[in-house]
């Protein structure tokens, strides 16, 4: 099984635990947000492939992802295979396919003629870089930490090998720093949550989490947690924010220490950023909501009670 799916289930069996009128909410929000092209904005503007990877993953969390709603998801799916897509919004459409395809049994990419591991191999292997990671863009030189996981659990979860498993490895590991947190970029100095919790996926993935990596790695994840409940995103950020909230409990469930946080108080943190009306908000700032909030929002609630009621 992939890192993804098996992240998938361990979401869904945490969502389980979620009352029924709080799925519907946010259910209801999440399918509101469908546009008529079938695809799914962010705050404003025309459908996203981000936004509506996010929508249907959320969708998918609730049990909310109807056939009528994945069959209008799917044309706009085909539709954006055939333009030239960023990275990040390709693996986007890799995820969203492979929703559809468990939820109503759509193949997006066959039905687009194309055939999936080859059409994705072919559009990130020129993100691939000397040194066993990836780029953001083909034009980019340096290999991004986040990237490089994006890329490596994408085609893990296609079943597609990693050829530069070693070189990779070697790559992720020197980019952990003396906090015990990992950076984005090699000229960072310190660590930061995202790129901790990509390097952390990573080397799961991988098979490569050592204890000392995960002792370094967990320390600093819990350094990273503020007296509102909430991870911030590095040691500089004045508040946290759901994002690094979400990544930092994946990394702790990657890193067997979940235990080690206060989950009343992270599950406090998260509640309030949640809408009456459904949806999620970035952080105490925000007085908006979105697809991608609101996929953070449930999958932090799904982690925070995957382990039973953390109140």
Known sequence: MSYLDRLALRLAAGA??????????HAAYLAGLQNGDGGFPGRQGP???????????????TGGLAETIARR???????????????????????????LEAAAGLDVF??????RRQAVLERLEPLRREDG??????????????????????LDL????????????????????????FVELDRSERGAVNP???????????????????????????????????FHAHARTPVADLLSTFTGLVALVDLDALAAIDRPAVCAYVAAREHAEGGFSAGCWDAGRD???????????????????PA
Not at 16 to 25: I, N, V
């Open 73 to 99: 998801a799917g044309p706009f799916l085909e539709r954006r295979l055939a333009e030239s897509l960023s990275a990040i919004d390709f693996v986007s459409l890799v995820q969203a396919a492979v929703v």
């Open 158 to 181: 296609l079943g597609l090998s990693l050829d530069s498993g070693d070189r990779m490895i070697a790559l992720v590991r020197s980019r952990q720093r003396a906090d015990g947190g």
């Open 110 to 115: 066959r039905q687009a003629g194309m055939d």
């Open 196 to 230: 901790t919790a990509a390097a952390v996926g990573l080397l799961r993935l991988l098979g490569h989490l050592d204890e000392p990596t995960q002792r370094s790695a967990t320390a600093f994840l819990l350094s990273m947690v503020g007296p509102e409940g909430g």
């Open 16 to 25: 389980m635990h979620l009352a029924d009128t709080r799925r519907c909410r």
């Open 47 to 61: 459908s996203d492939l981000y936004y509506t990877a996010f929508a249907l993953r959320g969708l998918a969390l």
């Open 133 to 154: 990671g990836y780029a953001k863009t083909p034009q980019g030189r340096a290999s991004s930490t986040y990237q490089t996981f994006l890329v490596a659990s994408c």
């Open 291 to 309: 697809a991608e909030y609101t996929f953070y929002g449930l999958g932090a609630e799904a982690i925070l009670r995957s382990v039973g009621d």
